[in-house]
């Protein structure tokens, strides 16, 4: 499959263009929400709105290295972006839920975080997101060498949380929900089969050296 | 503000009721001759429906009629809060019986004009969703005792069990291969409740036959238990000597009791209820939460009813 490239002088407009786009859909919302034009519970279609989007942007961090192992087209460049637009989206979500929905009522905060089940994971997802997010830069990646693939390989179960957080959050678990949860299974699944697709696929090729997979690119 | 004005004429000030069969006649004859119509703008399939003033109102503000009629939870037309408004389009209540029987001395059916003749009032009532949230609604109904003493219930009955319509062609949850609830669903009230006089079946909201998706043409309220003992599109009452299944209740026992009577202290095992969102207006930071109050504020009329009884137990 050959997709046309971008050239590389549009790298790095397009990664901004990416996180200005990424956070379209929460500023519109606020927009909506605080000028009154969200009908019934603004505060709840924002809260809900954050999660979602929170969701799809760790299901698309997590579709760039199969991509690249599937079709070859190699858009680890916008991973970065994709999983930072992912913790901001699970942070305001986090914010939208103390601020606007418990009006920082941090006793009740408190007790939802450690009574109610769905919440205690979902805090602890984004607990785990943090350090991700803070070594989300060259330095760092440079600095842990090695440690830092393997930190950054917490991305799977934070994607796995929250997926059961989202199932767990609802009164009945519908398409919804198990299409999230699907895709999230099947994305974590392939890296279980990958290293045997790979070798497959060397197999038949000459062997190029190291395939880039877990090298983090830095561009 | 209240841009709604209830009711509040005298009872021997209004008009005779009109069939509002006849009334929807008059409106279909108006708009094929192209008539502009001065009345007050109706929601799709909605008709007036006139009602004496029922003497219910909590004095809170209304719930605007757009949010009462716009964010609505009726599972057969989508799990989303908008998807009743969107996806009810096909469905039609007209025309319509509701079977009543069980142990009953007098089994009957009755259509909508029946129903209309057991005298309808407007009531305002507040409305408290299990999902912590809740509205000020106008609505349209009559006593449910009223029904009960025509069809004479026998002195072993004990409890009311309702049933909602299921039409796959017209409520696209109910087919398909993902369907949210089993059906039909089903609720249940014992049957001091159900004589009340806080119970309604209510056939219109805000001076107006109900919405399809507020659960056209017959649904109950129960102003003190949360919304979704509210079943919507009744087709059937029976009678019964056993407690009868609630759908909420079977699908998940530890959330959802078979009283469900709103109780600031039982909280879900998810939420709290200790509070509650007000719906409509306001955006972000007008948005009204308020403390919610022991069965939602009927507890003089109702507390009676649960005497000895514990309600964290019988939540
Ligand atoms: C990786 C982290 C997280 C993800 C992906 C996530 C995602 C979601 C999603 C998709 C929903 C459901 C939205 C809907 O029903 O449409 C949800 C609901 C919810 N989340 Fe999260 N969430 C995360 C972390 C958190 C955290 C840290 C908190 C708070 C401590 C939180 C609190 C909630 C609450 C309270 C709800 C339910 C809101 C309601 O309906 O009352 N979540 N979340």
Redesign the pocket.
């Given at each position: 499959m050959q997709l046309p490239t971008l050239p590389k002088r549009y790298h790095a407009a397009s990664i901004w263009a990416l996180y200005a786009l990424g956070l379209l859909p929460a500023a519109w919302t606020f927009y909506l929400g605080a000028t009154g034009q969200l009908v019934g519970n603004p505060v709840?279609i924002f809260?809900?709105?954050?999660?979602?989007w929170?969701?799809r942007f760790?299901i698309l961090t997590l579709t760039i290295s199969p991509i690249r192992d599937l079709f070859g087209v190699n858009w680890v460049r916008y991973r970065r972006a994709l999983g930072l637009l992912?913790f901001w989206?699970?942070a305001m979500?986090?914010l939208a839920?103390?601020v606007l929905?418990k009006r920082l009522a941090f006793d009740v905060?408190v007790e939802?975080?450690f009574k109610?089940w769905?919440?205690t994971i979902?805090?602890?997802?984004?607990?785990?997101?943090i350090p991700l997010a803070l070594t989300s830069n060259r330095w760092s990646i440079r600095k842990l060498g090695a440690g830092w693939v393997r930190l950054h390989r917490l991305i799977y179960p934070?994607?796995a949380?929250?997926?059961l957080?989202?199932c767990l959050?609802?009164k009945v678990i519908g398409p919804?929900q198990l299409i999230?949860a699907g895709i999230i299974a099947v994305l974590i699944g392939w890296r279980l089969v990958r290293p045997r697709f790979m070798a497959m696929k060397r197999g038949r090729r000459p062997q190029y050296g190291k395939l880039a997979a877990e090298i983090p690119r830095t561009d | 503000m209240r841009p709604y004005r209830p009711l509040a004429i005298p009872a021997s000030e209004i008009t005779p009721e009109a069939s509002y069969f006849q009334r929807r006649d008059i409106l279909r004859m108006a708009a094929a001759g192209g008539l502009a119509l001065a009345a007050p703008s109706l929601a799709f399939g909605t008709e007036m429906l006139e009602a004496k003033p029922g003497g219910y109102d909590p004095g809170e503000e209304l719930t605007p009629e757009a949010d009462v009629t716009s964010f609505n939870n009726f599972y057969e037309f989508g799990t989303g809060k908008a998807d009743p408004a969107k996806n009810s389009g096909q469905f039609n209540p007209r025309p319509w019986t509701i079977q009543v029987d069980g142990m009953v001395g007098k089994p009957a059916e009755f259509d909508l004009d029946a129903l209309m003749a057991l005298g309808l009032e407007e009531r305002i009532y507040r409305m408290r969703c299990v999902?912590?949230w809740s509205m000020v609604i106008p609505w349209i109904g009559f006593p449910l005792a009223s029904l009960l003493d025509k069809v004479e219930p026998l002195g072993s009955a004990k409890y009311v069990a309702f049933e909602t319509v299921v039409r796959p062609e017209e409520m696209p949850e109910q087919r398909g291969v993902f369907q949210p609830l089993p059906w039909p669903y089903v609720e249940g009230l014992r049957l001091d409740e159900a004589r009340h006089p806080l119970t309604i079946l209510s056939m219109g909201l805000y001076g107006k036959t109900l919405p399809n998706q507020n659960g056209a043409p017959v649904r109950l309220v129960t102003p003190w238990k949360y919304g979704f003992k509210g079943i919507k599109s009744i087709v059937r009452i029976t009678l019964t000597e056993e407690q009868p299944p609630s759908t909420w209740n079977k699908l998940a026992p530890n959330e959802y009791g078979f009283y469900a009577n709103v109780n600031p202290e039982v909280d879900h095992p998810?939420?709290s209820q200790a509070t509650e969102n007000r719906v409509g207006g306001g955006g972000f930071f007008g948005s009204n939460d308020r403390p919610t109050l022991m069965f939602n504020g009927y507890g003089n009329e109702v507390a009676s009813l649960y005497d000895g009884m514990d309600l964290t137990v019988n939540f």
């Amino acid at each position: 499959m050959q997709l046309p490239t971008l050239p590389k002088r549009y790298h790095a407009a397009s990664i901004w263009a990416l996180y200005a786009l990424g956070l379209l859909p929460a500023a519109w919302t606020f927009y909506l929400g605080a000028t009154g034009q969200l009908v019934g519970n603004p505060v709840k279609i924002f809260e809900h709105l954050l999660g979602e989007w929170a969701l799809r942007f760790l299901i698309l961090t997590l579709t760039i290295s199969p991509i690249r192992d599937l079709f070859g087209v190699n858009w680890v460049r916008y991973r970065r972006a994709l999983g930072l637009l992912a913790f901001w989206y699970v942070a305001m979500h986090f914010l939208a839920y103390i601020v606007l929905d418990k009006r920082l009522a941090f006793d009740v905060i408190v007790e939802d975080i450690f009574k109610r089940w769905f919440i205690t994971i979902g805090m602890a997802a984004f607990v785990l997101l943090i350090p991700l997010a803070l070594t989300s830069n060259r330095w760092s990646i440079r600095k842990l060498g090695a440690g830092w693939v393997r930190l950054h390989r917490l991305i799977y179960p934070i994607a796995a949380v929250g997926a059961l957080h989202y199932c767990l959050s609802v009164k009945v678990i519908g398409p919804e929900q198990l299409i999230y949860a699907g895709i999230i299974a099947v994305l974590i699944g392939w890296r279980l089969v990958r290293p045997r697709f790979m070798a497959m696929k060397r197999g038949r090729r000459p062997q190029y050296g190291k395939l880039a997979a877990e090298i983090p690119r830095t561009d | 503000m209240r841009p709604y004005r209830p009711l509040a004429i005298p009872a021997s000030e209004i008009t005779p009721e009109a069939s509002y069969f006849q009334r929807r006649d008059i409106l279909r004859m108006a708009a094929a001759g192209g008539l502009a119509l001065a009345a007050p703008s109706l929601a799709f399939g909605t008709e007036m429906l006139e009602a004496k003033p029922g003497g219910y109102d909590p004095g809170e503000e209304l719930t605007p009629e757009a949010d009462v009629t716009s964010f609505n939870n009726f599972y057969e037309f989508g799990t989303g809060k908008a998807d009743p408004a969107k996806n009810s389009g096909q469905f039609n209540p007209r025309p319509w019986t509701i079977q009543v029987d069980g142990m009953v001395g007098k089994p009957a059916e009755f259509d909508l004009d029946a129903l209309m003749a057991l005298g309808l009032e407007e009531r305002i009532y507040r409305m408290r969703c299990v999902e912590a949230w809740s509205m000020v609604i106008p609505w349209i109904g009559f006593p449910l005792a009223s029904l009960l003493d025509k069809v004479e219930p026998l002195g072993s009955a004990k409890y009311v069990a309702f049933e909602t319509v299921v039409r796959p062609e017209e409520m696209p949850e109910q087919r398909g291969v993902f369907q949210p609830l089993p059906w039909p669903y089903v609720e249940g009230l014992r049957l001091d409740e159900a004589r009340h006089p806080l119970t309604i079946l209510s056939m219109g909201l805000y001076g107006k036959t109900l919405p399809n998706q507020n659960g056209a043409p017959v649904r109950l309220v129960t102003p003190w238990k949360y919304g979704f003992k509210g079943i919507k599109s009744i087709v059937r009452i029976t009678l019964t000597e056993e407690q009868p299944p609630s759908t909420w209740n079977k699908l998940a026992p530890n959330e959802y009791g078979f009283y469900a009577n709103v109780n600031p202290e039982v909280d879900h095992p998810r939420w709290s209820q200790a509070t509650e969102n007000r719906v409509g207006g306001g955006g972000f930071f007008g948005s009204n939460d308020r403390p919610t109050l022991m069965f939602n504020g009927y507890g003089n009329e109702v507390a009676s009813l649960y005497d000895g009884m514990d309600l964290t137990v019988n939540f």
